[in-house]
Each structure stands twice: as structure tokens, then as C-alpha cells.
T-cell receptor, first 115, second 114 residues
Framework: EAGVTQFPSHSVIEKGQTVTLRCDPI?????LYWYRRVMGKEIKFLLH????????ESGMPNNRFLAERTGGTYSTLKVQPAELEDSGVYFC?????????????FGPGTRLTVL | AQSVTQLGSHVSVSEGALVLLRCNYS??????LFWYVQYPNQGLQLLLK??????LVKGINGFEAEFKKSETSFHLTKPSAHMSDAAEYFC????????????FGTGTKLQVIP
């Protein structure tokens, strides 16, 4: 079974440009999460989808970030326009709905560098 | 609100020595606790988890952790370090229940010296 995949693995853009990150969850996983790790800091939660609906987007830093999950399958995270402080590693995770504990499986991350 | 504190951003041990990575948590509700590992150029991998069953939890690759409620700790140990254990380790906490975001610590990079 394929794990969580993310594309691209690396992205280098200039300040003010737009970047779109993609996450493909494990097939059948209704829950999809985005996290971000800024250099040297902790991995922080951004948002959570249940199927195509945003369940919790309390971690989204500002309105330059837009996440979508059309059809409840893959998700995209768009940053527009990108700022220097957006640099970091963006992780995606997915989980099934099994009740009290749903293990989150993480992808390899996308390393974003904004110059 | 939940938080995790990992003591030591870098830890060095000799091959064959005990590995001890410290983690303290804060949670207003009974927590689930996790240790994740990230090997170079790879994603986060779940090492072990505490989900309110046994307080001593065994994980993959010989690692284990003990949940100590009185000390709000969940330290990770391994009796004998191997070169392949060199990686970054993250302690994390979540609430119980199905849809819970995970709150991570800042990570500890483990170096194993031959």
C-alpha cells in the first residue's frame, strides 16, 4: 500500500511568487492534515480536513495560505504571495476514522525556500 | 491547550551506550503521547505511542518509553545505541478522540559516535 506522498519534494521561489504544494493521502483515509516546520522550531499544525470539509483551520498563519481538498482525495496548499517567513518544511498526514485513536501517517514533506 | 518540551536539541551517545531522550508534556485533558523519528531525507515515522493502556510502551527498533503522569514525562530510551539510530526524534501529544491535531516538540537530533 502506498504511503502519503507529497509533491514537490523541494521548491525554491522568490518572495512574492505563488507556490502550490500537493498531498496525496493514503487511499481510503478521510482525514488529512497539514503541518509546517519552520527552521529550528517545532512542527506546527496548520489544518485538518475530513473528506472535503475543513474541520479545523486554526493553525493557518494568515490569508495568504489557501488549502483545498476537492473531492475528498488529494489536497493542495497554496501560498500566495510567498514571504520569507514561509520557508520551512510542509508535512501532510492522513488517517482513517476508527474511533478513539486514529494514527496519522506522515508524508516526506515539501521543503519550501523563499528567497 | 497542550504543549511538549524536549530537553536538548542535540544529544550525542557512543555506539552501544544508553539512549535517553527527554520529553515533558502539558495537557489539560488525558493525553495520547507519541514519539516520531525522522531519518535524513525521509518523512516522520511513528516510533511508539501511549494511548492510555500500559504505561511502559515498546516501539520499533528496540525503543521504549514510559508514561509517568506524576512527572508529566514520556522519556524515550534504548539500552544500546546503534549507528542507524542517528536521526531526529520528536515527542508529541494529542488529545484523545478521533480528530485530534498533534502538537510536537522542537525535536532532538541524536548523534551516535562510533
Amino acid at each position: 500500500e502506498a504511503g502519503v506522498t507529497q509533491f514537490p519534494s523541494h521548491s525554491v521561489i522568490e518572495k512574492g511568487q505563488t507556490v502550490t504544494l500537493r498531498c496525496d493521502p493514503i487511499s481510503g483515509h478521510d482525514n488529512l492534515y497539514w503541518y509546517r516546520r519552520v527552521m529550528g522550531k517545532e512542527i506546527k499544525f496548520l489544518l485538518h480536513f475530513v473528506k472535503e470539509s475543513k474541520q479545523d483551520e486554526s493553525g493557518m498563519p494568515n490569508n495568504r495560505f489557501l488549502a483545498e481538498r476537492t473531492g475528498g482525495t488529494y489536497s493542495t496548499l497554496k501560498v500566495q504571495p510567498a514571504e520569507l517567513e514561509d520557508s520551512g518544511v510542509y508535512f501532510c498526514a492522513s488517517s482513517q476514522d476508527r474511533g478513539s485513536y486514529n494514527e496519522q501517517f506522515f508524508g516526506p514533506g515539501t521543503r519550501l525556500t523563499v528567497l | 491547550a497542550q504543549s511538549v518540551t524536549q530537553l536538548g536539541s542535540h544529544v550525542s551517545v557512543s555506539e552501544g551506550a544508553l539512549v535517553l531522550l527527554r520529553c515533558n508534556y502539558s495537557s489539560s485533558v488525558p493525553p495520547y503521547l507519541f514519539w516520531y523519528v525522522q531519518y535524513p531525507n525521509q518523512g516522520l515515522q511513528l516510533l511508539l505511542k501511549y494511548t492510555s493502556a500500559a504505561t511502559l510502551v515498546k516501539g520499533i527498533n528496540g525503543f521504549e518509553a514510559e508514561f509517568k503522569k506524576s512527572e508529566t514525562s514520556f522519556h524515550l530510551t534504548k539500552p544500546s545505541a546503534h549507528m542507524s539510530d542517528a536521526a531526529e526524534y520528536f515527542c508529541a501529544v494529542s488529545g484523545t478522540g478521533g480528530y485530534q491535531k498533534v502538537t510536537f516538540g522542537t525535536g532532538t537530533k541524536l548523534q551516535v559516535i562510533p
